[in-house]
């Protein structure tokens, strides 16, 4: 791309903004290198890895690369051998660290995890934790030396601590003595790395020794006493000795380092790579921008596409596609409008996918792979090569002819502006007629009409308009393609206060075509307008619509389910209604034979009347009544899991399987449905009968044989056809499924249900144990669909 385009569409704005996002110098650098690519693959690679940096932003949080210092001279000094130096040893130390700890945050969480386009770069660094812990644990800062470096630096420096003791004592014994009255303070002085004492000038032969300084006004005499002399060599033998294994250990060090040139090398290559990658996806979401969708075909489609260096709370998205109908896009409209704006949101935002950089727009927008984009927009008159505005314009659209072709973008700002009307409109006609049959897709904003009605009457050219509100004289910066623009220079003038009969003089200047084509635009912006509030007439009506029949759906559903639970529990009691008259025909068959011929009418008739007034009862019970009872609304400390309630509003019965919530919900266990409800529509079942059933279950085998002989005929109807074990252990289960299988049997029911649910399988598993143990069982098996499928075992007696 040529550097004037990417200063006009300002694209070095962007890279000094995806500079701000690097972490390090030399990811700064990259970032500053950055160009527009041409290369497909190259871009989609480029485009994935800022992709799949956003990712792991999102799963992880963001990762520093600060340590990633150029360390391009250090490298070559360990090429050659070179020893380094403290600073340059820590250097490496610190990126090692980074490597490190960036290679973590790389590392997959699990081992199933899918791999991305910068797994190879996370798992191509290499930490050397020998190298740096070597480092660490020789230096400890970058003016200290760790005396465990060495032993010989550790004994070293012992040495240099005991003479240094041996100096001291003897200086204050010096001080404190014989010596003191000479002294000018009482005080130990360094001069050129050795011990001396501060003696009064006039006593300076009281004290034998070396003269090393004196102080300003030679008062003073700085002398190192003769007994202290040998000492003090000592200790400089001693520093000597420390600073040779000091550059001896530096020395080792950079050996070792040397040995891993190579993988230093690569680990600054990939972490100023990783450095710029995540600089790109920073800058990203900055924007809030997308991945674009990028090809070779030479059209564009933009959704709504925001201009990056517009504050976002203020910028106004477009939509502007080119390339599949028409090739070539001519926007007309008043001055501050956003045509402008368009051109360069359409360059800038091509310039940034084409570097691999996500682009402020909606997911799913296109791009196009240009070669070269040209762009004339602004005014470039140049005083220094006495170029006016129209000399100007016309320089950079010869150049823009003689280079463009057909894998370029041309844009064009106000073309053959600056010079007559009707000339400037005749050469724009000629400019964008040779471009569009060459091929080349091209935007254009213009003000000439002749323009616009160009766009109509040729094939692959369309029109476009930036949307202007005449009654508050402001643009909405809404690009409308397929419409041409209205200049509204007359409304813009009247609303502003010119006066009528000065608007009135200027219509009659204009000429019969050109009033009959500025209304028929107007006509055209009317019914645009209309047509808009139509359509979002019709989309609001056919939200209300999609909701409606969502509802009417879930209504259904609801009936649906309602209806086949009533059918249920329908064929539920008719069977129960079948097995009790099955029994109550039976006892009383035998209560006939056993009378014989003997019986008395009367026990006979009292025998019928008791059936009849059963009968009765139980007609009662079937009839339908249109209003519930009125029921007393229970509290949450009355309901205890496995009571026995009645849902009201559903008429269903069952036992509660969960404690109400805060709003009174809860779950009722009616057969194998748990159904949901609120503890205001539930009601406490009578538990006379079950406390009298609980009684019959715990009685012994003898006495149940000895109470099945006086059994009444109202004992089928005690027995309900099922029993519910949910939420019981094995054990309890398992006795409780046998009393009831027991008086079941007594009962003279035919099957039973036993409702264990599906869970686990451990509760099944613990009855069908029992089940065959049983005698008087004869067989058993699973629910079929509609009688609670695996969740029930279905009991056949003998």
């Not at 380092?257 to 790109?280: H, N, P, R, S």
């Not at 314009?393 to 894998?407: C, D, F, R, S």
């Not at 091929?439 to 616009?452: D, F, N, P, V, W």
């Not at 009790?580 to 035998?590: F, G, L, P, W, Y």
Request: aromatic share 6%.
């Amino acid at each position: 791309m040529n550097e004037k385009v990417l200063s006009i569409l300002e694209y070095d704005k962007i890279i000094s903004r995806l500079e701000t996002h690097a972490n390090s110098e030399p990811g700064k650098k990259m970032c500053r290198k950055l160009h527009p690519m041409t290369d497909l693959s190259d871009i989609n690679h480029a485009l994935t890895q800022t992709s799949d940096a956003i990712a792991r932003i999102f799963q992880k949080g963001s990762t520093s690369f600060g340590s990633n210092t150029d360390l391009s001279g250090i490298i070559k000094a360990l090429k050659i051998g070179a020893s380094l130096d403290i600073s340059g040893l820590l250097r490496i130390a610190n990126l090692l660290d980074n490597v490190n700890r960036v290679k973590k945050y790389g590392r997959r969480d699990k081992e199933d995890e899918r791999r991305d386009s910068l797994s190879d770069l996370f798992e191509g660094l290499e930490p050397l934790t020998v190298v740096s812990k070597e480092i660490r644990r020789c230096i400890v800062s970058e003016d200290e030396i760790s005396s465990d470096a060495s032993p010989q630096l550790s004994h070293i420096r012992r040495s240099i601590a005991l003479t240094g003791d041996r100096i001291h004592d003897r200086l204050n014994s010096m001080v404190n003595g014989s010596l003191s009255s000479y002294l000018q303070d009482t005080v130990i002085t360094m001069r050129d790395d050795r011990y001396c004492l501060p003696v009064r000038s006039e006593y300076k032969s009281q004290v034998p020794g070396i003269v090393h300084d004196q102080s300003s006004t030679g008062s003073t005499l700085f002398i190192e006493p003769q007994v202290i002399v040998e000492l003090n060599n000592k200790l400089k033998e001693f520093f000597l000795q420390e600073q040779e294994e000091i550059e001896k250990i530096l020395a080792e060090l950079s050996a070792m380092t040397g040995e891993y040139v190579e993988a230093l090398m690569y680990d600054c290559q990939i972490m100023t790579e990783l450095d710029f990658v995540f600089a790109k996806a920073q800058l990203a979401l900055e924007q809030n921008a997308t991945m674009p969708i990028m090809s070779n075909n030479h059209s564009f489609n933009i959704r709504k596409g925001r201009h990056p260096l517009i504050d976002k709370k203020k910028v106004v998205p477009i939509d502007v596609y080119l390339g599949d109908d028409f090739n070539m896009l001519i926007i007309t409209g008043p001055n501050t409008g956003g045509k402008t704006v368009t051109l360069k949101t359409v360059g800038l935002l091509t310039l940034m996918g084409q570097s691999g950089l996500c682009i402020p727009a909606a997911d799913k927008s296109e791009l196009s792979i240009f070669d070269e984009v040209y762009a004339d927009i602004g005014d470039e008159q140049s005083i220094e090569q006495s170029l006016s505005t129209f000399s100007s314009h016309m320089t950079n659209e010869v150049k823009i002819l003689e280079n463009a072709n057909e894998n370029s973008l041309c844009l064009f700002d106000e073309l053959g502006a600056g010079t007559d009307p009707t000339e400037g409109a005749a050469l724009a006609i000629a400019i964008l007629n040779d471009l569009h049959e060459r091929g080349i897709c091209t935007m254009a904003t213009t003000h000439y009409s002749e323009l616009k009605v160009y766009a109509l009457s040729k094939e692959g050219v369309q029109n476009a308009s930036c949307e202007f509100d005449v009654e508050t004289l402001r643009p909405t910066y809404r690009l409308l393609i397929g419409i041409p623009g209205k200049s509204n220079a007359f409304a813009i003038s009247s609303k502003l206060g010119l006066p009528d009969r000065i608007i009135e003089a200027a219509k009659v200047q204009i000429n019969t075509d050109d009033k009959r084509f500025e209304d028929l635009l107007s006509d055209l912006e009317k019914n645009r307008i209309l047509a808009e509030k139509e359509r979002a007439q019709v989309q609001t009506y056919k939200i209300e619509v999609e909701k409606l029949k969502k509802e009417l759906e879930q209504k259904t559903q609801k009936i649906n389910t309602s209806r086949e639970d009533i059918i249920r529990r329908a064929n539920e009691e008719a069977r129960d209604i079948l097995a009790d008259a099955k029994k109550v025909a039976d006892e009383t068959i035998r209560d006939f034979r056993k009378a014989g011929k003997d019986a008395g009418i009367q026990e006979l008739d009292r025998k019928r009347s008791k059936l009849n007034e059963k009968i009765s009862k139980k007609n009662e019970k079937l009839a339908y009544k249109n209003t519930e009872p009125t029921h007393k609304v229970l509290k949450e400390s009355q309901i205890r899991l496995g009571d026995s309630v009645k849902i009201v509003s559903m008429g269903l019965k069952g036992t509660v399987s969960s404690k109400p919530d805060k709003s009174g919900n809860m779950f009722v266990q009616c057969g194998i449905i748990r159904t949901k409800t609120n503890i205001k529509d539930i009601v406490l079942i009578e538990s006379e009968d079950e406390k009298e059933l609980k009684k019959k279950y715990r009685v012994s085998s003898s006495s149940a044989k000895e109470q099945g002989k006086r059994l009444d005929l109202s004992r089928g109807r005690e027995i309900h056809s099922e029993v519910n074990l949910i939420g019981m252990n094995s054990d309890d289960a398992v006795h409780t499924m046998e009393q009831y299988l027991d008086s079941a049997y007594m009962s003279h029911l035919p099957t039973v249900r036993v409702v264990h649910g599906k869970g686990a399988g451990i509760l099944r598993k613990a009855v069908w144990q029992r089940l065959r143990q049983i005698p008087y069982v004869k067989s058993f098996k699973l629910g079929e669909y509609g009688e609670g499928d695996a969740g029930v075992t279905i009991v056949t007696f003998k």
